[in-house]
């Protein structure tokens, strides 16, 4: 998020699916352009808060020429590019003295991508031109700070070697310095206000080093008051937090000043952290956690309101918190922002206009479309915050769900045998302390709708299984990020476990079942999905790629555009559909060779979860990470049809 300086009600929040603005200080957001590119960091001139920058992702080669920097001048209505095309634009600041002067740092740490760019860039003509002046011996930039008192003087954090450089002339010339006593870089850097440390003595820099603790310098980082040894202290991050530092930000508008700390964890189900150390608190200099009302998710930005110290936290998956009390509550204030973050999809096995969606969050509950996806509807008695979801293959009116990720003792399967009416909550798996995980997959068995296999995620997630219709339990296995059936025997069911990337098989699974590992002997990332075509050949979507295991042989599968391989799915005929993080939708007939794009009218390239139908016509859903269901249908002999991909399920 990037607030205005001179308009503090207009504050603009990059997303994966494009640009929103909100008018009343984070309340209420409408969208403001880019929906089809992921946004990694914005800056709005210090003077004229119409005027802003974007810098954008990249999924990797190929790269689109279009992406770089976007520049709008009239509030995010109209974009034009501006500059670096093909870069991933990690950050950027603007001159607070000349907004003519901007600063771009890029990179990718530890690409492959040979076209990467990488280094610190400075234009002086608003973005139209761009000068490097930064590159060698780093792999990235990850932040940028410039000094408000002496603009002349620009910090970086970057990856690679030291991880903090400063320039004292406007880029011409840096020095570098090491921070902390790891080899991680500086995500983050902020100026300590100067009225902490003593009148006229120039401020001091706040540098988080991800993975270890946030750091300061009395002397700006490289010796400027002391003309020696740079000397860089330790804050103290919090010792109770669970995960390493990610935010630092001080509110320097009452005397004296508050710091606010944000952790961050990006495995599924972390607890969102948020500390601040107030010297007004009586358990001063010790550190308060500030997560009354805050969701599971990860700390992505954090900006303060001056006139009221109100607060606004943006959060990975997890949409916009505001808080009024200085961090004693937060509500969530994300109305307009099109949070409508996609879990799980189901269809119904012999229609394919039914289908039933998850969305991630507390208020949602399951989504519903009876005519293909023409009209939606939240269904009001189900449950909220649910993973994954299945429809009973022998009766489409009875749908089973299950808790999404979240942190508690107790955990709970929901059955309905009423199309979604009315429920019964099924306790289905307990710990003798709050524990984070979810329902992350549902298999039914095919010959017997009572037996049925339910995954959990996480670290402390299992494989657990009910002979009975959700009477009795019994754990079978491991952690499980997705389960997928062998159509041609239904007894062969795989599971994929995304914290280790393992992959696991399961033998006469309904009956006395066995099984094995078989995993790739590469790493693979974290599993995403799995599916298996009616050939009994394994597709595994992950973080590394996407592969296939043929006679148990695996290959991973070239010629996408980007590793992140997050959805798979396969119709009957035999294509194959897969999601990326980052890239949209591809299909191949021929077994993962080649691949086309399939994303015309695809106003965002973040999907979560692919699903397609099994009869005719034949329809492919795309749940994505912010924007809701998209589908889109297919011809019967699977090639793509003219019929571009429609927008079916948004929260407004």
């Given at each position: 998020m990037a607030?205005?300086i001179?308009n503090?009600?207009i504050?603009?929040?990059?997303?994966?699916g494009?640009?929103?603005k909100?008018v009343?200080g984070?309340?209420t957001?409408?969208g403001?352009?880019?929906?089809?590119?992921r946004?990694?960091?914005?800056?709005?001139?210090?003077?004229n808060?119409?005027?802003l920058?974007?810098g954008?992702?990249h999924g990797?080669?190929?790269?689109p020429?279009e992406q770089?920097?976007y520049k709008?001048?009239?509030g995010g209505v109209?974009?034009?590019p501006?500059?670096?095309?093909g870069?991933?634009?990690n950050?950027i600041?603007i001159?607070p003295g000349?907004?003519?002067?901007i600063?771009?740092?890029?990179g990718?740490p530890?690409?492959?991508y040979s076209?990467?760019v990488v280094?610190i860039f400075?234009s002086?003509?608003?973005?139209a031109?761009?000068q490097?002046?930064l590159?060698?011996g780093i792999?990235?930039v990850?932040?940028?700070?410039?000094?408000?008192?002496?603009?002349?003087?620009?910090?970086a954090g970057v990856y690679?070697?030291?991880?903090?450089?400063?320039?004292?002339?406007?880029g011409?010339s840096?020095?570098?310095?090491?921070?902390?006593?790891?080899?991680?870089?500086?995500v983050?850097?902020?100026?300590?206000?100067?009225?902490?440390?003593?009148?006229?003595i120039?401020?001091?820099?706040?540098?988080v080093?991800?993975?270890?603790?946030v750091?300061?310098s009395?002397d700006?980082?490289?010796?400027v008051l002391?003309?020696?040894e740079?000397t860089?202290y330790?804050?103290s991050a919090?010792?109770?937090s669970?995960?390493?530092?990610?935010l630092?930000?001080e509110d320097t508008s009452t005397?004296?000043?508050?710091?606010?700390f944000?952790?961050?964890c990006?495995?599924?189900?972390c607890v969102?952290e948020?500390?601040?150390?107030?010297?007004q608190?009586p358990?001063y200099?010790?550190?308060?956690?500030i997560?009354?009302?805050?969701?599971?998710g990860?700390?992505a930005?954090?900006?303060?309101?001056?006139?009221?110290?109100?607060l606004l936290l943006?959060?990975?998956k997890?949409g916009?918190y505001?808080?009024?009390?200085?961090g004693?509550?937060?509500?969530n204030s994300d109305?307009?922002?099109?949070?409508?973050?996609?879990?799980?999809l189901?269809?119904?096995?012999n229609?394919?206009?039914t289908a039933w969606?998850t969305v991630?969050?507390?208020?949602?509950?399951?989504?519903g479309t009876?005519?293909?996806?023409d009209?939606?509807?939240y269904?009001p008695g189900s449950?909220?915050?649910l993973g994954?979801?299945?429809?009973d293959p022998?009766?489409?009116a009875v749908?089973w769900?299950?808790?999404?990720?979240?942190?508690?003792r107790?955990?709970f399967?929901?059955?309905?045998?009423d199309?979604?009416?009315?429920?019964?909550s099924?306790?289905f798996?307990?710990y003798?302390?709050?524990?984070?995980?979810?329902?992350?997959s549902?298999?039914?068995?095919p010959n017997?709708?009572?037996?049925?296999?339910?995954?959990?995620?996480?670290?402390?997630?299992v494989l657990?299984?009910t002979?009975?219709?959700g009477?009795?339990w019994q754990?079978l296995g491991?952690?499980t990020?997705?389960?997928a059936?062998d159509?041609?025997d239904p007894g062969?069911v795989?599971?994929?476990?995304a914290?280790?990337?393992?992959?696991?098989?399961?033998l006469?699974?309904?009956?006395?079942?066995?099984?094995?590992?078989i995993?790739?002997?590469?790493?693979?990332?974290?599993?995403?999905d799995?599916?298996?075509?009616f050939n009994?050949h394994?597709?595994?979507a992950?973080s590394?790629?996407l592969?296939r295991?043929?006679?148990?042989?695996?290959?991973?599968?070239?010629?996408l555009p980007t590793n992140?391989?997050?959805?798979?799915a396969?119709d009957?005929?035999g294509s194959?559909y897969?999601g990326?993080?980052?890239?949209g939708?591809f299909?191949?007939?021929?077994g993962?060779d080649?691949?086309?794009?399939?994303?015309e009218?695809?106003?965002?390239?973040?999907i979560?979860?692919l699903?397609?139908?099994?009869?005719?016509?034949?329809?492919?859903?795309a749940g994505?990470?912010?924007?809701?269901?998209?589908s889109r249908t297919v011809?019967s002999?699977g090639r793509m049809q003219?019929?571009?991909?429609?927008?079916?399920?948004?929260d407004?």
């Open positions: 607030r205005s001179s503090p009600d504050v603009y929040a990059g997303t994966c494009g640009i929103f909100s009343d984070g309340d957001w409408t403001r352009g880019l929906p089809e590119f946004v990694r960091s914005l800056a709005v001139s210090p003077h808060a119409n005027v920058y974007a954008l992702d990797g080669p190929p790269t020429v770089g920097i709008s001048e009239d109209t974009w034009r501006s500059g670096l095309p870069a991933r634009v950050a600041a001159d000349n907004p003519d002067v600063y771009a740092g890029t990718k530890e690409s492959s076209g990467e280094g400075k002086t003509e608003s973005g031109n761009w490097e002046v590159s060698a792999d990235a990850a932040s940028l700070l410039i000094d408000p008192d002496n603009t002349a003087y620009v910090y690679g070697g030291d991880n903090f450089r400063k320039s004292a002339n406007g011409e840096w020095l570098s310095r090491h921070v902390g006593s790891s080899s991680h870089a500086i983050a850097l902020a100026m300590m206000a100067t009225l902490q440390i003593a009148p006229g120039p401020a001091a820099i706040y540098a080093v991800a993975g270890d603790d750091y300061w009395q700006s980082g490289v010796g002391d003309k020696g740079t860089w330790p804050r919090p010792q109770v669970l995960n390493p530092p990610w630092v930000a005397i004296p000043f508050v710091t606010y944000a952790s961050k990006d495995l599924p189900g969102c948020m500390f601040k150390r107030d010297p608190d358990n200099p010790d550190w308060t956690a997560t009354t009302g805050l969701p599971l990860a700390p930005s954090l900006t303060i309101d001056s006139r009221d110290q109100s943006g959060l990975s997890a916009v505001k808080s009024t009390t200085r004693a509550s937060w509500i109305k307009g922002l099109n949070n409508t973050p996609i879990v799980d189901a269809l119904a096995l229609a394919s206009e969606a991630g969050g507390e208020t949602f509950h399951l989504a009876f005519s293909g996806g009209s939606w509807q269904i449950p909220t915050n994954a979801v299945a429809a022998h009766n489409a749908l769900t299950g808790d999404g990720v979240q942190a508690k107790s955990f399967v929901h059955r309905s045998e199309g979604g009416l009315h429920w019964e099924i306790e798996l307990t003798t302390t709050s524990t984070s995980t979810g329902v992350s549902i298999v039914i068995n017997d709708s009572n037996d049925i296999l339910v995954g959990t995620s996480g670290f402390d997630g657990s299984r002979t009975d219709g009477l009795n754990q491991f952690s990020t997705a389960l059936a159509p041609n062969i795989y599971s994929g476990k914290q280790t990337g393992q992959v696991f098989q399961y006469n699974v309904w009956e006395t079942w066995g099984v094995s590992e995993t790739p002997i590469v790493g693979i990332g974290d599993v995403k799995l599916a298996v075509d009994s394994l597709y595994l992950a590394d790629g592969w295991r043929e006679n148990s042989v695996w290959t991973k599968l070239a010629g992140d391989i997050t959805a798979v396969i009957s005929t194959v897969v990326t993080g980052d890239e939708v299909v191949s007939h021929d993962g080649p691949w086309q794009a399939f994303n009218g695809l106003e965002t390239r973040v979560r979860k699903a397609i139908s099994k009869c005719l016509p034949r329809v492919l859903y994505t990470g912010q924007h809701g269901v998209w011809a002999h003219a019929m571009p991909w429609l927008l079916l399920l948004m407004d």
